[in-house]
């Protein structure tokens, strides 16, 4: 009776605690779960086999039995309770480029959301097209061009093919750059390069050549229930060297500020940069994911939106792309980011946007050898491709 009675006991542990237990380290393995589920895996997995050891052994006495299954609930219990905060820590809204959904742009897919000229072009391609790469936020600009001027067809977002089409990618700033500098790509659309990125470039043989051909707003965003509205240019440079670390400081709640930052060489974070001039940044959030079979990736966190949160990104994708009314953008020195104030310079911290080409260092720029690829540029700093920056949400050069 006491063997059938110690194998139920076994198989009531293993029922009510090690199969779940072994699918949730299945699915950490995978790269399925949180990695606040992956942590707890282990710890409980480890006090369950002892506590199945100790009970078979019978080495305790029958009070001290009751103590280890009352200190394996607590500790159930105690992980129960750090999974659920994780949880309620990612049911807070994030507002990062990464996670948008671009297929929203697709250009001559059903239902894009492309900007249509409505009326003929005055540029069209009929052959092979040039290909373009850029910065999420940029994407609604130039699939709004390659619906104005390519031939109809399937344009696939990720397809990095070199023949047909398909040939139009957004794989964001940092990574746009290194294809350009590659020659994997002939125009890329995004913010001026980091220094690094000029660095890399140099390192390959390789001048970039920037066009202008629009104006955005660099802006600073906070949860919607902060009472703060308006920052200055040096209290934004205090909070990110660390001086300034509480909202009472400038006007606000007594709250500590939690200073989001993005990517290094990502657009918004080389403008942070500028911004700052040369200050020392303090060291931005991070945050660790699990990747496949359980890989622990570490990586600057997306903007999470806490009462006390601080962010930044461009106009465009902070309002358009997101949509969000979580979020209040900030005044800059008084002055509200809108497209008037960034079209006649009153709002501190415009920031402009480039078609950009690169050529070995000492070669003329492509688009002068090139007279297709120059009477690209010139059709986007034409009326029809401006019209398109400013129904995009952009604000135009002219």
Not at 12 to 31: D, N, R, S, W, Y
Request: charged residues 20%; aromatic residues 10%.
């Amino acid at each position: 009776m006491g063997t059938l009675s110690a194998i139920l006991t076994v198989l009531g542990i293993l029922c009510l605690g090690g199969i779940p237990l072994f699918f949730l380290t299945f699915l950490a393995l995978m790269g399925l779960t949180p990695l606040y589920v992956a942590q707890v895996i282990p710890i409980v997995g480890i006090a369950l086999l002892l506590a199945i050891g100790l009970h078979l052994t019978r080495r305790l006495s029958s009070k001290a039995v009751k103590r280890m299954w009352l200190g394996l609930l607590i500790l159930c219990l105690l992980c129960g309770g750090y999974v659920g905060y994780g949880y309620y820590k990612d049911s807070i809204p994030t507002l990062d480029d990464r996670d948008f959904m671009l297929y929203d742009y697709v250009p001559f897919a059903e239902d894009t959301k492309a900007v249509s000229l409505g009326e003929p072009s005055t540029l069209t391609y009929d052959g092979p097209v040039y290909k373009m790469d850029g910065a999420t936020a940029l994407y609604p600009i130039y699939a709004s061009f390659v619906q104005a001027i390519y031939p109809e067809g399937e344009y696939r977002i990720y397809d990095n093919t070199e023949d047909g089409l398909g040939r139009i990618t957004c794989t964001g700033t940092i990574e746009a750059y290194n294809r350009l500098i590659g020659g994997h790509t002939d125009i890329i659309f995004c913010a001026a390069p980091s220094q690094d990125q000029l660095d890399a470039a140099k390192a390959e043989g390789v001048e970039l050549h920037l066009t202008p051909i629009g104006r955005e707003a660099f802006v600073f965003f906070v949860n919607s229930k902060n009472p703060v509205d308006s920052l200055t240019v040096e209290q934004i440079q205090q909070i990110y060297t660390g001086k300034i670390t509480n909202w009472s400081e400038v006007g606000g709640s007594s709250q500590s500020i939690r200073p989001f930052q993005r990517a290094e060489n990502s657009g918004s974070q080389s403008a942070l940069l500028r911004l700052m001039d040369g200050l020392p940044l303090i060291e931005p959030k991070r945050e660790d994911r699990l990747g496949g079979m359980g890989e622990i990736i570490n990586e600057v966190a997306a903007y999470r939106n806490y009462k006390n949160a601080l962010g930044y990104s461009f106009r465009f994708y902070a309002t358009e792309m997101d949509g969000s009314d979580g979020i209040k953008l900030l005044a800059m020195n008084g002055v509200a980011p809108t497209r008037e104030t960034i079209r006649d310079g009153s709002y501190p911290i415009t920031s402009t946007f480039y078609a950009v080409t690169a050529a070995p260092i000492g070669q003329p720029a492509p688009e002068e050898t090139d007279r297709g690829l120059r009477a690209l540029l010139d059709w986007i700093l034409s009326p029809q491709g401006q019209q398109i920056i400013e129904e995009v949400g952009y604000v135009a050069l002219q």
